[in-house]
């Protein structure tokens, strides 16, 4: 089990939230004259549910997880801050990450005025769980894991995680936005194996759903009960759970799109490796690739001339002269191709 005590905030465990009246009424009726709605405009003149029971029942089922398992928020990035929001002291506990990895672990950290600690994944990005280890103290609440990594696209070494789950008694919270790319399964199934593990997903890159800002942290429902008990009320507005909805009845979709992904991914990693610019092209599981060049900077911004954009991450730990690189249409990959073709011919 896990000692929420020591892990959550007393003014979060203690805290009464606000209650809506979608939360004091929940059943059939004919009339609802309970929350100052306008009674015309049917169906968005009314209030969400707050709890999104429909959509979650639908991931539930796709995922094969319990549905008391899953939070929904406004992409990642809420659950990222309500899960710093509900364990950290300001100005006292702290947060270990792997470094490289995505920005938004740090960014919600440093507004919440909670430190970040980095630790470096080795030169070929592998995670070390004794350096991780090393780095967490008695103010340590959440340990921030990503796999595949970003910028890295590599899938972490599941033995190094499975140590830190077993040896860190805060949170560990495993990003898994690009599992859909990956050839490994990831770690919801073992979920229950590990109450103190936040997996993150989300509808923004497989789902092709980047705009509708939905995420899902699946955690020990102890966990979500205390970030639902924190969260803006109506987090996910009915657009959002309606379309989401819609996207779960056509999973198909989803996996052709990633299948089309990886054959595209494969082709252009043959065709930057032929490139005379291009130094290292690192393996990935994700639906990008980063790429090591001679000169980082003026490839980005000749191909910027191009009107193609990439992303430079040449300022960011061991990743000096590294383009990130997404997996486009095949046309896309194509001109990004001769684009670099040209531009190492000259
Ligand atoms: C893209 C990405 C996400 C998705 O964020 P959303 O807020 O759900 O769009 C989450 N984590 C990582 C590591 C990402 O690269």
Redesign the pocket.
């Given at each position: 089990m896990i000692n929420l005590d020591k892990i959550f905030r007393q003014n979060i465990l203690q805290l009464k939230p606000y209650s809506s009246a979608r939360d004091e009424f929940q059943g059939e009726a004919d009339i609802f004259l309970d929350a100052n709605e306008n009674p015309f405009n049917s169906p968005y003149n009314r209030y969400p549910d707050p709890l999104q029971r429909q959509l979650k029942n639908k991931i539930a089922t796709i995922k094969n997880v319990p549905p008391g398992t899953i939070f929904l928020?406004?992409?990642?990035?809420?659950p990222?801050d309500l899960i710093i929001r509900a364990s950290c002291e300001p100005g006292i506990d702290n947060v270990v990450a792997i470094d490289p990895?995505?920005g938004?672990y740090k960014v919600a950290a440093d507004i919440n005025h909670v430190t970040y600690k980095a630790v470096s994944l080795t030169e070929n990005f592998e995670l070390e769980s004794q350096k991780v280890l090393a780095a967490c103290n008695e103010h340590t609440k959440i340990v921030f894991l990503?796999s595949p990594?970003?910028?890295t696209g590599n899938y972490l070494n599941e033995n190094e995680i499975n140590i830190i789950l077993q040896n860190f008694s805060g949170l560990v919270v495993l990003?898994e936005?690009?599992i859909d790319f990956s050839s490994h399964e990831g770690y919801l199934k073992k979920l229950a194996d590990f109450p103190n593990l936040i997996i993150?997903?989300?509808?923004?890159?497989a789902w092709g759903l980047?705009s509708i800002?939905?995420?899902?942290a699946f955690a020990n429902p102890a966990i979500i009960d205390i970030m639902n008990k924190i969260k803006y009320p109506y987090n996910i507005n009915l657009l959002t759970q309606q379309f989401a909805d819609k996207a779960l009845d056509n999973e198909e979709q989803k996996k052709q799109w990633v299948q089309t992904i990886l054959i595209n991914r494969e082709w252009l990693i043959e065709k930057l490796k032929k490139l005379r610019i291009v130094e290292k092209v690192y393996p990935t599981d994700?639906n990008f690739v980063l790429v090591k060049v001679t000169d980082a900077s003026r490839t980005y911004n000749y191909l910027i001339e191009q009107k193609i954009i990439v992303r430079n991450r040449s300022n960011v730990t061991l990743c000096n002269n590294c383009l990130r690189i997404t997996i486009g249409t095949h046309t896309e990959n194509e001109k990004l191709i001769e684009a670099l073709e040209e531009y190492a011919s000259r």
């Open positions: 928020g406004n992409g990642s990035d809420e990222i990895t995505y938004m990503c990594n970003n910028p990003d936005a690009y993150l997903q989300t509808f923004s890159k980047a800002r939905l995420g899902m994700a």
